[in-house]
């Protein structure tokens, strides 16, 4: 039942519903969330990544486009669309920068064959080095920049009024407006590859830091627990066997030796249970298998035999004292202990490590034994899909701490350790004193193996070596190449603008045009201009051509006018020397 107290109420609420009309609850809801959701300062807006990359691509696009309102040497038909297009290339700058830049250099192509222009020129330098900063590979940057060479040659060919000292300027244009930046943005890529690089191996730095203390945490446990074994272990075992020598004594009675027993019993229960703890506790601190203990009383012979009876391509090769122990008469002295688990253990690592890493190889054990010392020696060749030269295949697959370990017991016996690829394969070596002797130096990192992290620092410098001898010998070489070339064709034209005086002579005047043409050189003195100093040309002619008498000869020329389509004037003329004569010489 409802309450009569409660019916006001409600028609008070249905009233002011009614009042507000149906979606008034909505809208309440509406504005109690929005006060309840923060507002973000323009601050806050502004550091969002995508806010600061448009604002960026902004500030790219009015600088690029600068020019278009300020500089007239591009005609207003191309400058109205170039304003979008910059624009869309700024807006690809990040996403596609080769398209970016190919936008600039399409507009300057189609302004002028010599593709520089004052109005697209910063576009393109902004661009090109944007593509260098930006872009992974360089692949298609140069082969881009082969094809606008490409492009600006077949232009200069091709095009009415163009020539090959268009392609000259074109040429210039693309190493010092295009390839120049790309240089430098590539530069500024390996840089910031250097730096990232630096701060990654300082990372890894600290964490290795945390891995030593860890390392030394689990050894000290480990070394606890050895004492722990070694000390309550001893103390455990004698009081079992007090306790069973209690039990079998005489004058006891039976409850005294029930109590004997119960003792003897629970201390070997308590040794059994220090045993597991002891195991528990080196758990972490060994890498070697708990089913095969330093204590094997197996040979080196034995293990080569075991392997090879495996199916694994394994020899044994006996030199020196010990060269036939099998032979009538002969006496093999015994190694002493810890040598002989030592050359047993070199030989077990290095032997499982080849088979690891480069199974199916063949594998050779040399140990060879003379008066004071015991060398041995294990060299495997190459697998199929052996690693690259000069990478221990136990570095670059595995963790590397068996040949660690290995040299450190090698040194604790006054030996020395080596383990590094050969150029079929990988060889370790070890020589053990046969009498004890001071311990050497602990060998540094470099015989087991570079860090990768130093490597890669290495290798991240060398790249930024190369970037920076690129930006200073490929500008420099291209720009010798060009002027070689440019001096060449030089040469060429200046051979080919010259009229022999045979010909002078044998020409008519009154001789059509086209039949004059034929017998005329394929270059003129200049193809633009009208040589400076010369006499001015007679009256009533349509055009003057001036060809050399001599290769590299400015002064006298043939002048040959033409009116009507037939010569009309033929004469030899004398340059005076202006100005601009004195400051070229």
Known sequence: ???????????????????????????????????????????????????????????????????????????LLLRVPAAPLLALAAALSRRAPLAAAAVPAALSLAATPELFTTTFSPALVALCFLLGRRAEHVRASIVAAAVLCAAGLVSALTLPGADLWDWFTLVTTVVFAAVLPWLLGRFRRQQYELQSAGWELAARMEREQQLVAERTRLRERSRIAGDMHD????????????????????????????????????AADATERLHRIIGLLRQDTTGLPQDTPETSSETVPELVGRT??????????????????D???????????????????????????????????????ELRREDDSLSVRVRNSAAADAPPDGVPPALESGSGTGLISL???????GGTFRARPTRDGFEVAARLPLTPGPLPR????????????????????????????????????ATAALAALMYGFQIYTS?????????????RIGTPENSVTQRLPGYQYDE??????????????????????????????????????????????????????????
Request: aromatic share 4%.
């Open 327 to 365: 032979a009538p008469g002969a006496r093999s002295v015994p190694l002493p202990p810890m040598v002989d688990r030592a050359v047993h253990r070199v030989v077990r690592e290095a032997v499982t490590n080849a088979t690891k890493h480069a199974p199916g190889s063949r594998i050779a054990v």
């Open 528 to 585: 633009e201009t009208r040589p400076s100093g010369v006499p001015p040309d007679p009256a009533d002619t349509d055009e003057c051509r001036f060809y050399r008498t001599a290769t590299f000869a400015d002064s006298p020329l043939y002048r040959l006018c033409f009116r009507d389509g037939r010569l009309s004037t033929k004469d030899r003329v004398t340059r005076e020397r202006t100005n601009r004569d004195r400051d070229d010489r």
């Open 442 to 477: 602990a060998p540094s990192d470099t015989l087991i193996g570079p860090s990768r992290s130093q490597e890669e620092l290495a290798q991240a410098r060398r790249r930024v070596h190369r970037g920076v001898v690129n930006v200073l010998w490929i500008p420099a070489a």
């Open 495 to 507: 051979h080919e603008s010259v009229l022999s005086r045979g010909t002078y002579d044998t020409l």
């Open 231 to 266: 000390s309550l272990g001893h103390d455990l075992s004698l009081i079992a066997v007090r306790a069973a020598g209690l039990q079998v004594s005489r004058g006891v009675d039976e409850d005294a030796r029930a109590s004997a027993a119960e003792l003897r019993q629970a």
């Open 1 to 75: 039942m409802n309450s009569p107290a409660r019916a006001p109420r409600r028609r008070d609420r249905l009233r002011n519903v009614g009042r507000k009309g149906p979606g008034a609850g909505l809208r309440d809801n509406a504005r109690e969330v929005s006060r309840r959701v923060p507002r973000k300062t323009p601050r806050e807006v502004l550091r969002r990544p995508k806010t600061r990359a448009a604002l960026n691509d902004a500030a790219l696009w009015l600088l690029i486009a600068w020019p278009l309102a300020t500089v007239h040497d591009v005609p």
């Open 308 to 325: 090879a009876a495996s199916g694994v391509d394994i020899v044994l090769h006996r030199h020196g004292n010990d060269a036939a122990p």
């Open 407 to 413: 040299d450190e017991r090698v040194r604790q016996l």
